[in-house]
């Protein structure tokens, strides 16, 4: 997937979510877009959350734990650490698709290429800056349309770096 082929300009509002191990990534559209769709590494303990400018958000967190809002935490934007943390997700595919051969069997099958013609299709994100970044990885980690179930059907790269296998 060309990860241009669906791109929003308006990068401004969007919210990333990273999770406490760097492995996982997650980006939303809005603030109520995360706090509706949030994967479950997104609510999980040590979760960070940043506006597009690499600006750390804080979680108020309800009773339940669950995150109800995520407000300005102060303090510096940190757009080379979320960006590190964007390509870390990336850059650890590879190893993971290796170590989970059943998990991407099936997408390989139906593609007719091996493994290592699909990680050449990785897609690269090789943005000037954390906007641009964003904006090239779109098809990969959010945002994404969601149906009235708050669902999407974002492609394997996303469900392999969002989501997980395995």
């Not at 979760?47 to 967190?61: E, I, Q, W």
């Not at 290429?113 to 990680?119: D, I, S």
């Amino acid at each position: 997937m060309n990860p241009q082929d669906s791109t929003d300009p308006n990068v401004d509002s969007w919210v990333i979510a990273t999770s406490a191990d760097g492995h996982r990534a997650h980006v939303y559209r809005t603030e109520k877009d995360a706090l509706l769709g949030m994967t479950t590494f997104a609510t999980g303990a040590g979760a960070r959350y940043f506006d597009s400018a690499g600006a750390p958000l804080a979680p108020t967190l309800g009773r339940a734990g669950d995150v109800q809002a995520l407000r300005p935490a102060g303090g510096p934007g940190q757009a080379t650490a979320v960006l590190d943390r964007l390509h870390a997700v990336v850059a650890r595919v590879p190893e993971v698709a290796r170590q989970h051969p059943e998990a991407v069997a099936e997408h390989l099958a139906e593609r007719g290429v091996t493994l290592e013609e699909l990680l050449a299709g990785l897609p690269r994100l090789d943005g000037t800056d954390l906007s641009q970044t964003l904006r090239l990885c779109q098809s990969i980690l959010g945002p994404h349309e969601m149906d009235d179930d708050r669902q999407h059907s974002a492609g394997f790269w996303h469900n392999l770096l969002v989501h997980g296998i395995g």
